[in-house]
């Protein structure tokens, strides 16, 4: 972590600790970060074949290569980790990450027309848990799931029967072709559900069976009117489903987060009602991401597009501390899957960490260009214990959380502070008692 002075801080996680993410730009850009530095500078960037460095092509690149939607998943079969990036010319790469920020592109596969101006734009890219389905929505509500696998030989496939598409609700594609209908989706981990909105009348939270190609499940109430007998018009801009804990029974696809345009932060559990359980007023700009606590699972966090970032307590539904530090837009906020660590990019061009718990910013780099997306490094087995990398790996069973390393840390630093104390006490009674003599 850099300091205002330009000196090095050290972190509060152990060092043994290695973490890692990914943050993508305008211009197509991979830039990887690791708790190796504290998070303190970019130590990688990948770009894709399609990318040119040159300034002149800078503003192409970014009509036609920027990078909308990132998402990480690890895939046991292959022993590493997956990320899917989507492009504004329709196409969607998978990467696979190794050792040290190196990439790989395995798969890129066109959604959409031809023509950069013809391709809609994508609002949802999401991987399964296990890492071998890929969902991805656009804004004109044509989802397309590719399966992916590997076969003998070690090559990585997908396309053919494993990929199909369908469209959501093709009335209201065909009413709303112009401004298109969705403007948010989010399918839940297991692959069986997909989380949808958009702006206007009609075009409400909804849920959808992937499995029998869009076949409407559940659909949200409005919230009541207010005392003006005025009733605001749907406008979902972000939403996230809850992972799997006591709150919500162990199902993963029945409590979800909806962030709108009219500065709401909203909850809805489908098993409880079709209204929101939970409402929240957040700041004064339209809410961009959500995000649940893997730590707490009665914490979740918000950011807007004028920089607000806070945590949000769901027992109480109010707001439990500010995530300072964002001087622009953010575009999204993430949290980690198994630590108690959030991310946030943003038009400030920083990619900052943050302690979940205490909200304390643990490292910030600048990437240059203004940032999109992030994703965690999720690179783990099944039962949560961190891979090891050149030896530098340690169990996450072994290890402990950020408080809990702060606390060693100080027990460590306790051991070598009475005696500089002592020293220093003594230096201050011998100035003292020379100033009395004389």
């Not at 809805?268 to 929101?276: F, P």
């Not at 964002?326 to 991310?343: F, M, Q, Y």
Request: net charge positive; with cysteine.
């Amino acid at each position: 972590m850099t300091s205002k002075n330009g000196k090095s801080k050290k972190s509060s996680s152990n060092s043994s600790k290695e973490i890692s993410l990914l943050c993508a730009d305008e211009l197509g850009y991979l830039r990887f970060a690791s708790s190796s530095n504290a998070y303190g500078a970019i130590l990688h960037r990948f770009d894709s074949s399609y990318c040119v460095s040159n300034t002149y092509e800078n503003k192409k690149n970014k009509e036609t290569f920027g990078i909308e939607k990132l998402c990480s998943s690890f895939h046991r079969q292959m022993g590493c980790n997956l990320y899917a990036v989507a492009r504004r010319n329709g196409k969607v790469e998978i990467v696979r990450a190794g050792n040290g920020g190196f990439f790989q592109p395995l798969y890129d596969k066109t959604v959409g027309g031809v023509a950069a101006v013809s391709v809609p734009k994508c609002v949802g890219l999401d991987f399964t848990e296990d890492g071998k389905q890929l969902t991805v929505a656009a804004e004109d509500g044509t989802v397309t799931v590719l399966r992916v696998k590997e076969d003998g030989e070690g090559t990585w496939k997908s396309g053919g029967a494993d990929a199909r598409s369908f469209a959501l609700l093709k009335e209201d594609v065909a009413r709303r072709e112009e401004e298109g209908v969705v403007l948010c989706a989010r399918a839940s981990k297991d692959g069986k559900r997909l989380l949808y909105g958009g702006k206007g009348q009609g075009n409400d939270v909804k849920i959808v069976d992937v499995e029998q190609e869009g076949k409407l499940v559940w659909k949200a109430k409005p919230p009541p009117v207010n005392r003006l007998n005025y009733r605001a018009p749907p406008w979902v801009k972000c939403a996230r489903f809850k992972d799997r804990g006591e709150a919500n029974g162990g199902n993963e696809s029945c409590v979800f987060a909806v962030g709108t345009g009219e500065k709401k932060v909203r909850l809805y559990d489908t098993r409880a009602n079709k209204r929101a359980t939970m409402e929240v007023e957040y700041g004064e700009a339209p809410v961009n991401s959500v995000a649940f606590s893997s730590v707490d699972e009665h914490r979740m966090f918000a950011a807007d597009s004028r920089g607000k970032c806070c945590a949000i307590d769901l027992r109480t539904s109010k707001a439990c501390g500010a995530i300072r530090g964002n001087s622009g837009s953010v575009r999204e906020i993430e949290a980690h899957p198994t630590l108690d660590l959030v991310a946030t990019v943003g038009l400030d061009r920083y990619v900052r960490v943050y302690n979940g718990s205490s909200r304390k910013c643990l490292g910030a780099a600048y990437a240059k260009q203004n940032l999109t997306c992030v994703a965690w490094d999720t690179f783990q087995d099944r039962d949560g214990n961190r891979k090891k990398k050149k030896g530098k790996r340690v169990d996450a069973d072994n290890s402990d959380d950020s408080d809990n390393d702060d606390e060693d840390d100080e027990e460590n630093d306790n051991d070598i502070l009475p005696k500089k104390r002592k020293k220093k006490k003594s230096k201050s009674k011998r100035k003292r008692r020379r100033r009395m003599k004389t």
